[in-house]
């Protein structure tokens, strides 16, 4: 995406045609509001800074590795696997612990639980025992006095490996029928009828890579041994409760046993959701054998060679359409290269199928999903859980489509929306209730001038032999909880002290995507009271126990409503207090700007919490919520899984260079449904950086495996994701006005994920510029889009290859 900019200057004429000047950054007038950020007013409904904002760019914000160590700590360091697949044959780790400083190695007969970790499938072994699964996979660690004396010393293991055939790409362990979990079909009507009887017909191929999660804190865990066996464990992680149980797992005691804190992470996105208890339970098993605190941070490199990313898909499909572009059959496969264990794999297979129809009616539809066996890396979560891997697909199939008829692209997207009153079931049997898509693509077409640029970009390449244009408008539409149902609940705690402030504790974790500051907002507009009044605590197991991962967007959703409902509880206490004192109902109380009214009398609200603390009221408060309405069939994948569907589309512009393949992104127009807005700058940064994200995943950042199984963008020097320079001056995001139909907190709506899918307007987008340089021809192109795969889109090879 390195294009020289004076090149792009002139193939634009100085900025795209669009509502707002090239070097324009606008927010929306729904996003504006007219209110500051004040304590005498709402703290909900208004921009807000993050609330550990100031102290992260001061750099005194606390991550696992700031925490001060604790007298006598060790570190380890991870011995990797140098074989994809082989019988692992002996350690000899003699060569380090003759090396100054080092304490020793773990390996797995020093587990005194269970070896195989404990995930849902069970295959995963803790390190690696009889056999090795990949390049990087951990067989054990070294424990030593500094950092860097572990990892240099786990340098010099020797490990002894026979080598085995490994299966490196989903196709191959497709052939092999290699899978690390059934295959799931999911059916509508007869697709093979009806692409018989189809007036058009095209079938194909495509490649989407994976996505490293590039978090800016790696993954890092700090095991402290407390007294009579009980374990404190810091770690960087998504899912606090689950590292607690695998912790507890490995060394053979029940979950009270451990406990886990998290108060912030240096960015997860999905990364940290499993992977993050690899880490725990390592450095826990050094703590247990050394009677030592022991940190396990690994650096970038290790980082990319043992942690899974995005799954990478393979799919083969045939689609039946008539003479307008709409769709009137689909079959599709689609293969998942699930690495060697199951990890997240299941459920993000399942979200790929739910998200095949996007945004479109699928009237006959068969599709296939594989999950395959490969000896890399165990793939998990990413930012939008296999969403983005099944709405790619219809969108390069609608594309297709248009190309081969002539068509416009959008016209081709509007003419597939799913319907109002028909045409609203999705294949899974989920009916779409709360559909605004028409109207809101309609707005972004006009808001973007989408029909003069695509004329403009038509004319500006029937002139241009070497630079070539393209624009496309992409929607999303996005199922909002967790499609393993029972993660779809949250507690919370809410204290009073008697000095009026507030404390909170959630079971959610915040990772830079200011969950901790929405829920700040909640409780303070329950209570009444200012903003500034109320702080978060750090998340940790022994405040709320069984928490679900903060993960699925739904983190805000789940345990902002956990919090308002606990503080509603002290509130309903206070209310009956005053009450008590004023003889009125409790309906009659009012709890606003740091006062306590009642039609006879107003009292500020640290004053009624005194009194009532002097009459033994409670002041603390429990909260639990758990999502309405969600069901469904995990065998035949069909029923309700998600609450509500959070809508968006975009329009982007690129330009590519046909003699070198190197692309740029020139606009952006982003309109996206975040329901009523908790926080309208938070939620607009989460669309900047969702939707830059989803940029990189599609033009720049590939992953490539050598033929041993070696991953060789492990490092920054050969793995790019997206920098200041890759974000066009032009990029206007517009918040849709309409509250969130279903009752969700605030009636807002989820943020996180569904703006990384809106990424797929610029791939889209790429491929429409490389069709233009076949004089519209059909483009096969693989993502990521790389100046590799755009030459091999517009020349079908690579110069001299």
Known sequence: MNMRATEFTSATGGGPAGPADAGERNLAPATQSPHRATSGGPACGVPRPHESARAQVAGSATYVDDIP??????????????????????????????????????????????????????????????????????????VADSVMQARRAARQVQVQ???????????????????????????????????????????????????????????????????????????????????????????????????????RMGGGFGGKETQAGHMAVWAALAARKFGRPVKLRLDRDDDFLITGKRHPFAYDWEVGFDDAGLVTALKLTMLANCGFSADLSGPVADRAVFHVDNAYFLSDVEIASYRCKTNVQSHTAFRGFGGPQGVIAIEAILGDIARHLGLDPFDVRMRNLYGIEERNVTHYRMKVEDNILHPLLAKLEQTSQYRQRRAAIAAWNANSPVIKRGIAVTPVKFGISFTATFFNQAGALVHVFTDGSVQVNHGGTEMGQGLHTKIMQLVADELGVPFERVRVTPTETGKVPNASA????????????????????????????????????????TFRGGEVITPSTTRSFDE???????????????????????????????????????????????????????????????????????????????????????????????????????????????????????????FRIELWPEPNPEDNVFRSKAVGEPPFMLAISVWEALREAASAALAGGAVRMDAPATPENVLRAVTGSLPGG
């Open 161 to 263: 490996i026979e080598p085995l055939p490994a299966v490196l790409s989903p196709r191959e362990a497709h052939a092999a029928q290699s899978y690390v979990l059934p295959p799931v079909t999911v059916r509508r009507g007869e697709p093979e009828a009806a692409l018989a009887r189809s007036a058009h017909r095209l079938s194909g191929q495509l490649e989407v890579g994976g996505q490293e999660h590039f978090y800016l804190e790696g993954q890092v865990a700090y095991a402290l041994p407390l007294e009579q066996d009980q374990w404190y464990i810091h770690s960087s992680t998504q899912h606090p409760g689950e590292v607690q149980h695998w912790v507890a797992h490995a060394l053979g005691l029940e979950n009270n046993a451990v406990t886990v804190e998290c108060r």
């Open 69 to 142: 160590e604790v007298k006598g700590t060790l570190h380890a360091a991870p011995i990797l696997s140098t074989v994809a697949h082989g019988r692992l044959l002996a350690v000899d780790a003699s060569a380090a612990l003759a090396m100054a400083g080092v304490r020793g190695v773990v390996l797995a007969d020093d587990i005194p639980g269970d070896p195989v970790l404990a995930t849902f499938v069970h295959d995963e072994p803790v390190f690696a025992r009889e056999t090795v699964n990949h390049v990087g996979q951990v067989i054990g660690i070294v």
């Open 608 to 730: 009624v919490v005194k009194a009532a603390y002097a009459n033994r009221i409670q002041l603390w408060s429990d909260g639990f919520y758990r999502t309405p309405k969600i069901h469904y069939d995990k065998t035949t994948l069909t029923g309700r899984p998600f609450y509500y569907f959070a809508y968006g589309a975009a329009c982007s512009e690129v330009a590519i260079d046909t003699l070198t393949g190197e692309s740029r992104v020139l606009a952006i127009d982003i309109l996206h449904d975040v329901g009523t807005s908790i926080n309208p700058a938070i939620d607009i940064g989460q669309i900047e950086g969702g939707f830059i994200q989803g940029v990189g995943w599609l033009t720049t950042e590939q992953l490539v495996w050598n033929g041993e199984g070696l991953l060789t963008t492990h490092a920054p020097s050969t793995y790019k994701i997206p920098a200041t320079g890759d974000v066009p001056e032009h």
């Open 550 to 589: 903060t993960a699925a967007s739904s983190g805000t959703d789940l345990n902002g409503r956990a919090a308002q409902f606990a503080a509603r509880n002290i509130r309903d206490n206070l209310a009956a207090f005053v009450c008590g004192l004023d003889g009125c109902g409790a309906g009659a109380v």
